[in-house]
């Protein structure tokens, strides 16, 4: 009879240990692929991608945050960012899922216990993959949060509902953000199937479909005191949280735009017709021969191109900063950089995914072909999260010397 550290060695066996930041890239683009062909079919069904996520949790991918010590590769952010940005050219909606997992790895580092830290990342490096329980509706303050960490007597309790629960309906572990009895903001880790969580897929929008990211009630579920972090600690000095959780963000849409753009070249040079003006002139045979295409197809592949060094560079800005910023001002230059980098490549996937048709034609609007799940992918992503507040910040710092907000959206 085996124990739970018997069966997790027994799985973490069986899972690739990336060691390195190469690794990581090769092995993101190696998912990627094996991926590429059913993303239509993921687009279409909405359904649970449980045979992508089992592939991803498999993949090692999960553990490549996790810190050297501990036995992860510990990439730069960078790395993450090409990571992200390699799965999401090809499913943005399946890049989407770890979101919340990289960033409960960054909070474990930053401020889990030795023996939270020991536990969780064994799991994860075994393959576990941690889902999101954070969002609340309604709610603009953590003391409006509705979910609640209560003693019973025995231990602690929770009890709330959380919505936009990305990644949570098929992952081991789920991060729940509640109010503990002081009114402080906590992130209590419970087990998916545990007594009490209920996780439905009742998620129906028109992008970003396969994260089935629906609502998880907490009814009385169990939590060890040990998994619980005083997560209001975190945004009580200058952080870069928000700044990782962000950088994933800016690369799906930069991924999107780059998957649009791959999409978008391969129709023109292969199914597209050149406008008749242009055929009736005798001055092409084929629409990728047009003036206008190419014109616009050069445009875009520029932007789409500054889309993927300002994420770079941002990226890197994380870097230079670290984990523990020495002041409120470092804090803000790293969260900034993202915020540019996540501001513009949302704008540039949105464009990209609208003009595809305009480079395509009308033949592109076939529903067989699926490309609106571009546009699609991208107005949903990007619309939790406002561009205009993150170019207010930007403009308000570089004007005005004011810091943005100390949050974990920034």
Known sequence: MTGPAEEIAAEAAAIPVIGSDAEAVAAA???????????????RSAAVPVEALAALDASGLLGITVPAEHGGAEVSPRTLAEVIRAIAAVDPAIAQIPQGHFLFVDVLTAWGTAPQRRRLFAEILAGARLGS?????GGRHAQELATRLRPDGTGLRLDGTKYYSTGSITARWIGVSALDEADRLVLAFVERDAPGVSVDDDWDVMGQRATVSGTTTLRAVPVDPSLVIPYHRAFEVPQQLGA?????????????????????????????????EAARGGWVDSAAQDPHTILRYGRLATRVRAAEELLRWAADRLHEVGRSPRDARQAAEGSLAVAQAKAFGSEVAAEVASDLFALSGASATDERHDLSRHWRNARTHASHDPVDWKYHHVGNFLLNDVLPPNHGQL
Do not use: C, K, M, N
Request: aromatic share 10%; no cysteine; proline share 2%.
């Open 29 to 43: 683009r190696r998912y990627a692929e094996s991926i590429a062909d059913t993303v239509i079919e993921r687009d």
């Open 133 to 137: 329980g954070l969002a609340e509706r």
């Open 244 to 276: 990782w959780a962000q950088l994933v963000h800016a690369a799906i849409q930069v991924g999107i735009a780059g998957g649009a753009l791959r999409d978008a070249g391969e129709f023109v040079r292969t199914r597209a017709r050149p406008f008749f």
